[in-house]
């Protein structure tokens, strides 16, 4: 294992492909694919909150979880710390997934309703065979108070918290490994603005705290921007830009991400410059536009979008986008 | 509340006293809705924001009497829909308002359209259930409905059934139905929630864009305050089955009187904020309604609260065409204030 340096990244995805097979009739053949992930590539660096934003069906979640093995890639490699992690088998995964740990969307479905609070939080350490059970309680009690759940919930169920206290435990049990690398796919966006808040502001405070990495994956731009340093706006199974949170907003340089930060509803709203509203709707993944995938949608395409597909080309700064027209849409 | 009697000819909808309960199953009663008072002018846009359970759809529904049992309207309640009391009338004179009068949309599509029927057919059964039509003249006239809420080539989308249709198609089909009967009133239940953020643009337009083009007053439920910055006229903020602010939309939000307003506005990441900064953020969580502290609702979690907030409850007290129910708003030099039972 090499010793983490800055700017050798913690995770690297090339070329990464994931693609569901789409099974029909008596003798279940393949009759197509939806090409959820279409190659990506990525790099998230030691201690950085990296931003994976887009609508739904774009692919964001299926990344998500390819990146950490949930879902095996259709082709691509993946190396996290250095090492390469798509062909590890039984035991190494087992031993890798304990430096990357996921917190779930919907804490009411992904939390077992047999299991008390605190087993749930222990369970990690249960897993791997750490500590006698005596440790492994006070361990998950001493991360229970960290995320701020008190030591009476230890006993209660799942059924029994809010919502803000289930997206809390989901937290503390991801934590409790120590892992280097979470993934949080939309762990906010189920809660109310007012405990919304509390979380973003808790993930802040323990990604200081515990050295912590994260993938910060949400539908929602301003939150993105908010908490991630860089973000990667997807569409349609592509990256199609990538920068820093403050690039991103200053100079969006793709038409799809000038619209999408157009479209958020925005309590200053009235100060705003004009809307831009797309026209038409998200194209099937199973079968993408030729070309650029946004093209259907653009405001400014041109013949040249539907025949030779973008690639994402660094403009300098670290800002890469996938556009044949880049930053020549402004709204 | 005497300055609104002279616009009593342009008030659509009048709500006075609104109180429903639910029983629970250790038999005492929840009340949802509390003693609430709303108005609505014709024409207009009115935002109603709040958190999950504050009461926000169990006040919309309970406009239509959509509320079922466990939940009872109480007896007190007026509902005043250009100028009938909907709560004084029987099952069959209801159904005639639904149509013409007020319609309604909800956020999941599916539990409004049935799965079985085109949505073509749907359009026009509903339009043939509230006048007599031909099929012939319903059809043409589903159709114009279909491209009034912009679905592209509704001719051969007539024929469609609801799952062959994307969520945002889906819920124009809705919208089609709600207002296929020209209704002077839209009541539009988080319509948008589930949809993406481009496809959530394109519907708050065509609501926008409707309500100019059909003269239909809209009232909009919604969590998003920024949903309401962009298109209501009017805001009442909901917390705890208690209206707690009221007033001119652009007020509201640029000078919210209430800590709740203020806290929900603050504790909304926006685009571009300080991302060193930390995010405020109103301490503690929603009260349960079976066990709500004594005085202000607000009070455990609000930083502003004083003595009196924890012993009485504010009301709404007005000022001038606004209201906040705090009683950090009722300044005892201010002039003409009144508390507002």
């Given at each position: 294992m090499t010793?983490?340096?800055t700017n050798v990244p913690?995770?690297?995805a090339r070329s990464v492909?994931?693609?569901?097979p789409v099974?029909?009739g008596?003798?279940q053949r393949?009759?197509a694919?939806?090409r959820?992930v ?10 950085e909150?990296f931003g994976l934003?887009?609508e739904?069906?774009c ?9 950490v093995?949930l ?5 691509g490699?993946?190396r996290?710390q ?7 088998q039984?035991?190494?995964?087992k031993?890798?997934?304990r430096?990357?740990?996921f ?6 479905t992904?939390l077992?309703?047999?299991?008390t ?13 750490i500590g006698?059970a005596?440790e492994?309680?006070s361990?998950?009690?001493e991360?229970?108070?960290r ?18 206290q289930?997206?809390?435990v989901?937290?503390a049990r991801a934590?409790v490994l120590?892992p ?16 919304q808040?509390q979380?973003?502001?808790l ?5 200081q705290?515990?050295?912590?990495t ?6 929602n ?6 908490i991630?340093?860089r973000?990667?706006?997807m ?6 830009e ?12 793709h ?9 958020i509803?925005?309590?200053m709203a009235?100060r705003?410059r ?5 026209a038409?709707?998200i ?12 093209r259907t ?6 013949p040249?979008c539907?025949e030779?597909e973008?690639?994402?080309v660094?403009g300098g700064?670290?800002?890469s ?5 880049p930053?020549?849409f402004s709204? | 509340?005497m300055?609104q009697?002279?616009?009593f000819?342009s008030?659509?909808?009048r ?5 429903v309960?639910?029983?629970?199953s250790?038999?005492?009663r929840l ?8 108005t609505?002018?014709r ?9 999950s359970?504050c ?10 009497q959509?509320?079922k049992p466990?939940g ?5 309640s007026?509902i005043?829909?250009d100028?009938?009391?909907l ?5 069959d004179?209801?159904?005639?308002v ?5 319609g309604m949309?909800f956020?999941?599509?599916s539990?409004?359209?049935?799965p079985?029927?085109?949505v073509?057919n749907q359009i026009?059964?509903?339009i043939r259930?509230?006048?007599?039509v031909s099929?012939?003249?319903a ?8 491209s ?6 509704p ?9 062959q249709?994307?969520g945002?198609m889906r819920?124009?089909?809705?919208i089609?139905i709600?207002i296929?009967c ?8 988080e ?5 993406d953020?481009?496809i959530?643009?394109?519907?708050l337009?065509l609501?926008?864009n409707l ?7 809209i009232l909009?439920i919604?969590h998003?305050l920024?949903?309401?910055a962009?298109m209501a006229?009017?805001?009442a ?6 209206i707690v602010?009221q007033?001119r939309?652009?007020?509201?939000l640029q ?6 307003t203020q806290?929900l506005l603050?504790?909304?990441p926006v685009?571009g904020?300080?991302?060193?900064a ?9 009260p349960?309604l ?6 202000c609702?607000?009070a455990p979690?609000?930083?502003s609260?004083?003595e009196?907030?924890?012993?009485e409850?504010p009301r709404?007290?007005?000022?001038s065409d606004?209201?906040?129910?705090c009683w950090?708003?009722e300044l005892?030099t201010r002039?003409?204030t009144?508390v507002?039972g």
């Amino acid at each position: 294992m090499t010793s983490p340096v800055t700017n050798v990244p913690l995770l690297e995805a090339r070329s990464v492909y994931k693609h569901f097979p789409v099974r029909r009739g008596l003798l279940q053949r393949v009759v197509a694919k939806v090409r959820a992930v279409d190659g990506v590539d990525l790099e998230i660096l030691p201690l950085e909150t990296f931003g994976l934003v887009g609508e739904s069906g774009c692919g964001k979640s299926t990344l998500g979880r390819t990146l950490v093995r949930l879902l095996e890639p259709t082709s691509g490699e993946i190396r996290f710390q250095g090492e390469a992690i798509t062909r590890l088998q039984g035991r190494e995964t087992k031993r890798i997934r304990r430096d990357m740990q996921f917190i779930f969307q919907d804490s009411a479905t992904s939390l077992n309703p047999r299991k008390t609070i605190g087993e749930i939080v222990a369970e990690g350490l249960l897993i791997h065979n750490i500590g006698t059970a005596r440790e492994r309680h006070s361990r998950a009690l001493e991360i229970m108070n960290r995320v701020g759940l008190g030591p009476a919930l230890a006993d209660r169920y799942p059924q029994e918290c809010s919502g803000g206290q289930r997206q809390r435990v989901g937290i503390a049990r991801a934590l409790v490994l120590e892992p280097k690398l979470v993934i949080a796919d939309e762990p906010v966006s189920s809660l109310d603005v007012s405990i919304q808040s509390q979380v973003l502001n808790l993930l802040v405070d323990l990604r200081q705290r515990f050295g912590l990495t994260y993938l910060f994956i949400a539908h929602n731009l301003a939150v993105v921007t908010y908490i991630a340093d860089r973000v990667a706006v997807m569409y349609l199974g592509k990256v199609v830009e990538l920068a820093t949170s403050e690039d991103l907003l200053l100079n969006p340089l793709h038409p799809y991400t000038v619209s999408l930060l157009s479209a958020i509803p925005d309590v200053m709203a009235a100060r705003r410059r004009k809307r831009v509203i797309l026209a038409g709707e998200i194209p099937s993944p199973m079968s993408p536009p030729s070309g650029c995938h946004f093209r259907t949608r653009c405001p400014i395409a041109q013949p040249i979008c539907a025949e030779v597909e973008p690639t994402l080309v660094s403009g300098g700064r670290g800002h890469s986008v996938a556009c044949h027209f880049p930053g020549t849409f402004s709204g | 509340m005497m300055s609104q009697r002279s616009d009593f000819d342009s008030e659509l909808l009048r709500i006075e006293h609104l109180t429903v309960s639910f029983a629970t199953s250790g038999g005492r009663r929840l009340v949802a809705i509390d003693d609430i008072e709303l108005t609505l002018s014709r024409g207009s846009i009115l935002g109603l924001v709040g958190e999950s359970g504050c009461g926000k759809s169990v006040t919309a529904r309970s406009i239509l009497q959509l509320v079922k049992p466990p939940g009872r309207i109480g007896a007190a309640s007026r509902i005043w829909l250009d100028g009938r009391d909907l709560t004084r009338l029987s099952p069959d004179e209801l159904r005639r308002v639904r149509g013409p009068i007020a319609g309604m949309i909800f956020q999941e599509p599916s539990t409004a359209i049935n799965p079985m029927y085109t949505v073509g057919n749907q359009i026009s059964e509903t339009i043939r259930a509230h006048e007599r039509v031909s099929g012939r003249v319903a059809r043409t006239r589903a159709l114009e409905l279909m491209s009034l809420v912009r679905i592209p080539a509704p001719n051969r989308r007539y024929d469609d059934f609801p799952h062959q249709m994307s969520g945002g198609m889906r819920q124009r089909v809705m919208i089609a139905i709600a207002i296929a009967c020209h209704p002077k009133l839209l009541i539009a239940d988080e319509p948008t929630t589930a949809l993406d953020v481009t496809i959530q643009a394109q519907i708050l337009e065509l609501l926008t864009n409707l309500r100019s083009q059909l003269g239909m007053a809209i009232l909009i439920i919604t969590h998003d305050l920024g949903i309401v910055a962009g298109m209501a006229d009017r805001v009442a903020i909901m917390y705890a089955g208690r209206i707690v602010e009221q007033g001119r939309t652009e007020e509201v939000l640029q000078d919210p009187k209430h800590p709740y307003t203020q806290g929900l506005l603050k504790s909304v990441p926006v685009l571009g904020m300080d991302r060193g900064a930390r995010l405020p953020s109103i301490p503690g969580t929603v009260p349960n309604l079976i066990d709500l502290p004594p005085g202000c609702r607000f009070a455990p979690r609000c930083a502003s609260a004083f003595e009196k907030c924890r012993i009485e409850e504010p009301r709404l007290i007005q000022l001038s065409d606004r209201g906040a129910a705090c009683w950090l708003c009722e300044l005892p030099t201010r002039p003409g204030t009144a508390v507002l039972g």
